[in-house]
């Protein structure tokens, strides 16, 4: 038996590919919508990377797939719904029921990156696939009998310690602070329910006249407050991947070879993506279980004299935003008064010394450096790694002690929330059209009680007795 | 010494409002039924407010009533007036409330009860019921007399150890000085039941003589009285109605609460029991909202004929010369007498997680429990529970499944959902935003939703099932016609838009799309309708509601139709949980505790996550297959 159509990411997150899943009676359809083969692409410069827009799509038959053969292999690119191409992809068929969920199913093998594996799974899902429920493949395999209960346990239990570990890791102090956001927006909603519920049961004692102006305005501004929420959502995928890393020091330090350390080919690298000036390079490591977002400000410094060049405003600008500092300092030179300029920059911030050259003999006075910025140091040599290890170990048990943390910018962080801020919004813009439609009252709740329901889903709540709470402690209630 | 008389088929302890809709039903389904009562005279007493209805209580007494149940027809034979609430509100949420004659309501219900065939009413005070091997066989009561019988439903209300109290007069009685029933609640213990301590309260009652109502609002019943039975008729229920009167407390009743409330027993210590929210204290309500400086106060008569008059909104178990005082800050009530004190009261009542949704207790076969003493509260909450454990019982008796409401179906659905799968902490009140289907679950279309549930369990006659379905079919048929119906752009229609402040046609449009417009309505319509016929008020009514919400009434739908697919994936009975691999250890204990009946139910429990039910729906399907 066929179900709805459920799109997820396959691979782990950091893997050199990406792969995405469609399931269910739609798979096939879905894809053919998002895809294109070559020969519908028009590539307006050969050099790759310079790909903007596809050529007319209008003769694409997005039946494509389904008009194929079972267990074929499909190369070509994904565009985006205005005909921009997202990535090049090679895609699989595999028709129900053989298959892992025994639906159709078709597999998505992109080029890997976070960025590019969620992007798609959004366009997916505006082309009707909804985002699977964790393990929900698996469950669709074991209820279609592909697979045997013992494997389909051992597949939840996974998911379940997977997200024990989310848990008390990293990311729940990003997601605690969305939460405690969206919270804030649930709560007034819910007060205004139980405001119309306590009208509506004890109409004699509260009355809701002129109370639908008021309701109009309070949540347009909910309904603006969560689209700004979702317009940070790019930059929240983003940002969330990694801690914000900055590095600096003066030219010629060893800051370009740091980041080569880190970037190392042993581990995984999440994206790359080129900042807004080709002298800023922003690249993501993986250290233990956490995501560094690397931003190498080595292009700024080498234009000249810090103060006065240009760069200073981006240097300042990154900086502000950087959750963590790596201030590298030559040890086999004096410092002097560049460094001095870069200490004043980052003083105040959360960062460590690294002292570079560190196989060669020390002019540099460890502890004044110390004190001046509040900061530890680490000993460190680019040439043969060492301190390497330190650093990684310093960084991960400042996380984990909670001295390092993510910018204070409110951004949302998973696919799964922004869909459903996304329903809530849509939810809060049917209220506006119940108002505007001069409808009762109580048909306000059909759509807040299911914006309020869709945000509790973020903070994995349930709303089932809150109203009925709320409308005896805000209001008094009864004869 | 005991003696054993005659058998009976059901026992039903208790005839207050859920007792006698239980023991009704059940007769009325060709049982032989025994009702006990502490007091003969006090059948289908109103202890506390004079009304029946109000919202979503009124949409309860609507099922009952569509079931083919009592109270609408009792409160149609007894009102002294009578009011639509919430009539500015979209339909969902208008409600029914009557005021009655709080001893003619009475009356009519023991003539109903004593006229009604294989129904025996006996003044008694039932000590035990009898249980072996987990099966109910009878009851004794305190006199040693045993009645056998194959089913119990005890309906004990507030009567069960019950004690009055206000100031520090405290009397070991049942409502209205009515004798407390002292001995069930030891029987209930030992055979396993958890039993809880409820409490709620009433106001004091006034001699209307002493009132000056020239400093009160007058508030009437409406112009056109609305049945709450579908079996009556507007044009037979048209009769002189008496006004309830409007006032307000003030700062200086609140001193006087306040200076005294450590005199009252709910704030030193007095009073153990657990109050409801929704119909606090008056001294509660100035402690709780400190910032409002006045509370309403309806005066409301308690029959035509006495003098007393009921003081909506000022219960209290304050001590006797406090209540003199702060009554008569109130006003219009400076020189009224107090007939009768307000009183708290507390009694026993069980945990009603431990019934199944038939209402039967899961551990012991043939015990049914409904009404106040499963924790709710409210007369017509007792009615809507007490008509279905009557059905049930005697179901049970036939062999047969027991006739169950879910969620979607009816507020009794909601009501009972809500009892068995979370329990309550104090007395349970039903209101509309509880209903999370509240469109579909409209006091106006109950007979809609539950008659022909009511025809097929054989409570509802063979000519009312068939009016309902000549009714439904008028309904689905004048909706096409509306749906297919065009209207063009001609003179009449512009001017009739036109006068209705509604925006001119530009083309063509159908009469049903023309009619979702706000300012515009099915009997507005009837001018520019040249094909209509004439039909009932209550057809239109329907047909109007229907598509004028049409898009909102679907969004309803689409939302059962996924609660329904959780609903009916059932749990067998002898699933062994334990077996059930990686459920989460609190969700086990849930689970092992409440027994869902199904995986819906299950999901509503508190502490049984989404990804329990997951592993559960795996479970089941491995275990119990396709």
Not at chain 1, 312 to 330: G, P, R, S, T, W
Not at chain 2, 142 to 166: N, W
Not at chain 2, 533 to 545: A, D, G, M, T, W
Request: glycine share 8%.
């Amino acid at each position: 038996m066929q179900q709805d159509t459920i799109a997820g990411i396959a691979s782990g997150m950091g893997g050199g590919i990406g792969i995405i899943r469609i399931s269910g009676e739609n798979a096939f359809l879905a894809a053919g919508e998002i895809f294109r083969t070559r020969k519908f692409i028009k590539i307006e410069d050969e050099n790759r990377k310079d790909i903007k827009k596809t050529g007319n799509s209008k003769e694409w038959d997005s039946e494509f797939f389904l008009k194929k053969e079972s267990h074929t292999i499909h190369y070509g690119y994904i565009i985006e719904d205005d005909g921009s191409i997202i990535d090049e992809v090679i895609v699989l068929l595999m028709r129900g029921p053989k298959s892992y969920t025994c639906e159709d199913v078709v597999e998505i093998d992109s080029h890997g990156g976070a960025y590019l594996v969620q992007k798609i799974l959004k366009l997916l899902i505006r082309h009707g696939a909804r985002l699977a429920e964790p393990g929900e493949f698996t469950k669709r395999a074991f209820l279609n009998g592909r697979i045997d209960l013992s494997q389909a346990e051992a597949v939840m239990k996974m998911i379940s310690s997977k997200n024990e570990f989310a848990l008390e890791s990293a990311v729940n102090q990003l997601e605690g602070r969305v939460s405690g956001y969206i919270e804030n927006i649930r709560q007034e909603i819910l007060h205004h329910m139980g405001y119309i519920e306590a009208a509506l049961d004890d109409p004699e004692h509260y009355d809701l006249e002129n109370f639908s102006e008021e309701l109009y305005g309070i949540l347009q501004k909910k309904i603006a407050s969560l689209k700004g929420l979702l317009s940070r959502f790019e930059n929240g995928r983003m940002k969330s991947e990694g801690i914000h890393t900055v590095i600096v020091g003066k030219p010629n330090v060893g800051k370009s070879s740091l980041m080569n350390l880190l970037l190392d080919e042993e581990r995984a690298i999440v994206t790359n993506i080129a900042g807004t000036t080709r002298d800023i390079l922003e690249e993501t490591v993986q250290i233990g279980n956490l995501n560094l977002n690397l931003i190498d400000t080595a292009g700024i410094h080498e234009t000249g004299d810090i103060v006065e060049s240009l760069g200073v405003e981006k240097a300042k600008e990154y900086l502000n935003q950087a959750d963590f500092i790596l201030f590298v300092v030559d040890v086999s030179q004096p410092l002097e008064e560049s460094d001095d300029k870069i200490i004043s920059l980052i003083s105040g911030k959360k960062g460590i010394i690294l002292l570079n050259k560190s196989d060669l003999s020390s002019c540099v006075d460890e502890e004044e450096l110390k004190n001046k910025l509040g900061w530890d140091c680490i000993s460190f040599s680019n040439k043969t790694g060492s301190g390497l290890k330190k650093l990684e170990d310093y960084i991960t048990n400042s996380f984990l002690k909670g001295d390092i943390a993510y910018n204070d910018q409110i951004y949302l962080t998973s696919i799964r929330h922004r869909e459903a801020v996304e329903n809530a919004v849509k939810s809060l813009e049917q209220v506006l059209v119940t108002i505007e439609g001069g409808m009762p009252e109580d048909l306000y709740i059909i759509d807040m009680m299911d914006a309020y329901q869709k945000l509790g889903l973020i903070n994995g709540e349930t709303a089932s007795e809150d109203l009925v709470n709320k409308i005896f402690s805000d209001f008094c209630m009864g004869k | 010494m005991s003696y054993t008389y005659e058998e009976y088929d059901i026992v039903v302890i208790g005839a207050g409002h859920a007792g006698c809709e239980a023991a009704l039903a059940a007769a009325r389904l060709g049982f032989r039924i025994l009702v006990f009562t502490v007091s003969i005279d006090s059948i289908a007493m109103m202890p506390c407010n004079p009304n029946i209805g109000g919202s979503s209580k009124g949409h309860l007494v609507r099922e009952v009533d569509a079931l083919g149940g009592e109270m609408g027809i009792n409160i149609d034979k007894t009102f002294i007036q009578s009011k639509m609430l919430n009539m500015s509100k979209g339909p969902a949420v208008h409600s029914l409330r009557a005021q009655a004659d709080k001893k003619d309501y009475s009356n009519a219900m023991r003539q109903v009860l004593e006229n009604t065939e294989n129904l025996i009413l006996k003044q008694g005070e039932v000590a035990e019921v009898l249980v072996e091997n987990r099966k109910v066989t009878g009851v004794r009561t305190v006199s040693d007399a045993i009645y056998p019988c194959k089913a119990v439903i005890m309906c004990t209300g507030t009567y069960l150890q019950a004690r009055c109290i206000y100031g520090d007069v405290s009397n070991y009685t049942g409502p209205n000085g009515l004798a407390a029933a002292n001995h069930l609640t030891k029987c209930l213990i030992d055979l396993g039941v958890d039993v809880r301590r409820f409490k709620t309260g009433t106001p004091a009652r006034v001699d209307k003589r002493t009132i000056d109502f020239s400093k009160m609002q007058e508030q009437k019943g409406d112009e056109k009285v609305v049945p709450f039975s579908f079996t009556n008729t507007e044009e037979e229920l048209q009769r002189e109605q008496v006004s309830c009167w409007l006032t307000y407390t003030n700062e200086m009743t609140h001193k006087i609460i306040m200076e005294n409330i450590d005199r009252s027993p709910l704030y030193s210590g007095n009073i153990k029991g657990t109050g409801p929210r929704y119909c606090p204290s008056i001294e509660d309500k100035v402690v709780r909202f400190a910032d409002k400086d006045r509370h309403q106060v309806f005066l409301e008569p308690e029959g035509n004929y006495t003098n007393e008059m009921y003081i909506g909104g000022m219960s209290s178990s304050l001590p006797e010369d406090v209540q003199h005082a702060m009554y008569h800050t109130v006003p219009g009530l400076e020189n009224a007498s107090i007939v009768r004190n307000a009183y708290a009261i507390e009694y026993d009542c069980i945990n009603p997680v431990q019934l199944k949704a038939s209402l039967e207790f899961k551990d012991i076969e043939g015990f049914f429990c409904a009404g106040q003493a499963n924790g709710s509260s409210g007369y017509e909450e007792a009615a809507a529970q007490g008509i279905i454990a009557g059905i049930n019982a005697a179901r049970k008796l036939s062999g047969k499944d027991p006739i169950i409401l879910d969620r979607s179906q009816a507020y009794i659905g909601v009501l009972i959902d809500d009892l068995i799968t979370k329990g309550t902490n104090e007395p349970y009140r039903m209101m509309t935003s509880r209903a999370e289907y509240r469109l579909l679950l409209r006091q106006d279309n109950a007979d809609l939703r539950l008659t022909e549930i009511g025809h097929e369990v054989g409570l509802i006659s063979k000519e009312r099932y068939e009016a309902l379905c000549e009714k439904k079919q008028m309904i689905s048929d004048e909706i096409d016609r509306m749906n297919r119906t065009t209207i063009g752009a001609t003179q009449a229609v512009q001017k009739l838009l036109e006068e209705n402040g509604s925006t001119l046609l530009q083309s063509g449009t159908t009469l049903a799309e023309l009619l979702k417009r706000p300012e515009l309505s099915y009997d507005k319509l009837s001018e520019i309708d040249t094909e209509r016929k004439e039909l009932p008020k209550e057809v239109c009514e329907q047909v109007n509601i229907n598509l004028k919400y049409e898009g909102y009434i679907k969004r309803q739908e689409r939302q059962v139709i996924q609660f329904k697919k959780l609903e009916n994936r059932k749990i067998p009975e002898a699933i062994d949980y334990n077996d059930v691999y990686s459920l989460r250890k609190e969700a086990l204990q849930k689970l092992k505790e409440y027994r869902p009946s199904s995986v819906g139910q299950a999901s509503r429990i508190s502490g049984v996550s989404p990804a329990d039910i997951s592993v559960l729906l795996i479970y089941l399907e491995k275990k119990y297959g396709k």
